[in-house]
C-alpha cells in the first residue's frame, strides 16, 4: 500500500495536533513492552480517539473514512463473510457492486485480511475506514441469531 503523505501515524497526529511528542513517546514505549498497532495503543492511554486514528489513516493512506453507526448494512452482505472471521480481522462487508466488495475495516493495512476476504468471496475488496468500535457494533447488529 503506498502512502499518500509520507509521515508516521504519530508524527501524523502530533502535526494535527491530536496529541503532544510527550503522548507519542510513551506510546511506543508501551507498544514496545507489551506489543499492539500504534493507533490502539494511543486510544488506550487515552490521549487520542478512534475517529482520529480513523482520519488519521484516511489521510495517510487514501482510505476512504466510512463513519458506520449510522449505516443501514445489508445482512445478507454482512454474512458474505463468516462471522468468526470478521471478528478475527475487526471488519465487516457493507456493499457490492459487480465483482467488488466494500469492507470497513479498523485496519485497512491488514493485506492478510483482504487477501482471506479475496479468496473466501471470490470478489475485490475495496477497504473504507473504520473505528473498531463501529466495526465490533456492526458486526454485533448484523450476525445477531
Known amino acids: 500500500m503506498k502512502k499518500l503523505i509520507q509521515k508516521q501515524l504519530g508524527q501524523l497526529l502530533i502535526d494535527n495536533k491530536?496529541?503532544?511528542p510527550e503522548n507519542l513517546e510513551e506510546a511506543l514505549s508501551v507498544q514496545k513492552e507489551k506489543g499492539g498497532l500504534l493507533g490502539q495503543v494511543l486510544v488506550s492511554l487515552g490521549y487520542t480517539t478512534?475517529?482520529?486514528i480513523a482520519r488519521a489513516l484516511t489521510a495517510q493512506y487514501g482510505f476512504p473514512y466510512l463513519p458506520l453507526s449510522g449505516y443501514e448494512i445489508d445482512?445478507?452482505?454482512a454474512k458474505m463473510i463468516p462471522e468468526n472471521v470478521a471478528k478475527q480481522y475487526g471488519l465487516?462487508?457493507?456493499d457490492r457492486i459487480g465483482n467488488i466488495l466494500t469492507v470497513a475495516m479498523s485496519n485497512p493495512l491488514?493485506?492478510?485480511a483482504i487477501e482471506d476476504i479475496e479468496m473466501t468471496t471470490h470478489l475485490k475488496v475495496?477497504?473504507?475506514v473504520s473505528t473498531t468500535a463501529d466495526?465490533?457494533?456492526a458486526i454485533k447488529r448484523c450476525y445477531k441469531t
Do not use: K, W
Request: aromatic share 4%.
Open 18 to 20: 491530536l496529541i503532544t
Open 92 to 94: 465487516i462487508a457493507v
Open 75 to 77: 445482512q445478507e452482505i
Open 110 to 112: 491488514n493485506s492478510q
Open 50 to 52: 478512534e475517529e482520529a
Open 135 to 137: 466495526v465490533v457494533e
Open 126 to 128: 475495496q477497504a473504507f
